[in-house]
């Protein structure tokens, strides 16, 4: 089982970590990503006041919603791209079995699914 940069265990770095002139597939629409991220830290700032002025419960989760709708927005949007370029590397590579995995695990965790057992031979 391959460690993320950070070591954690059961995740791979990317099919392009060894390589140079790889680019993640989000790069090239980085600035549209954070955009959507600074918005997203808009609402969540906009939910806090909201709780310190003490406004209605509905109102409250009417903008979680809509919060978690941006978030899931955002995810589809980087799954859509990891699927269609960094997954296609990886299927090119031969190391297609392992991203699988790994993104449906994320796919599973993101619908509050647990993530499968790895055998003891993974």
Same mark, same amino acid.
């Not at 600074?38 to 419960?57: F, K, L, P, T």
């Not at 009417?62 to 980087?78: E, I, M, P």
């Given at each position: 089982?391959?460690?993320? #940069?950070?070591?954690?265990?059961?995740?791979?770095?990317?099919?392009?970590?060894?390589?140079?002139?790889?680019?993640?597939?989000?790069?090239?629409?980085?600035?549209?990503?954070?955009?959507?991220?600074?918005r997203v830290e808009g609402q969540v700032r906009g939910i806090a006041?909201?709780?310190?002025?003490?406004?209605?419960?509905?109102?409250?989760?009417?903008?979680?919603?809509?919060? #978690?709708?941006?978030?899931?927005?955002?995810?589809?949007?980087?799954?859509?791209?990891?699927?269609?370029?960094?997954?296609?590397?990886?299927?090119? #590579?031969?190391?297609?079995?392992?991203?699988t995995e790994e993104v449906m695990d994320v796919v599973r965790r993101?619908?509050?699914?647990?993530?499968?057992?790895?055998?003891?031979?993974?």
């Amino acid at each position: 089982m391959a460690a993320t #940069r950070d070591g954690e265990p059961g995740h791979h770095p990317g099919p392009g970590a060894a390589d140079p002139h790889f680019r993640h597939a989000y790069t090239r629409d980085r600035s549209a990503l954070l955009r959507r991220l600074s918005r997203v830290e808009g609402q969540v700032r906009g939910i806090a006041r909201m709780i310190e002025r003490e406004e209605y419960c509905m109102d409250i989760l009417q903008q979680t919603a809509a919060l #978690r709708a941006a978030v899931d927005s955002l995810n589809l949007l980087v799954l859509e791209e990891h699927v269609a370029n960094c997954l296609k590397t990886a299927v090119e #590579r031969g190391e297609a079995e392992a991203y699988t995995e790994e993104v449906m695990d994320v796919v599973r965790r993101t619908m509050g699914r647990p993530v499968r057992a790895r055998s003891s031979g993974e």
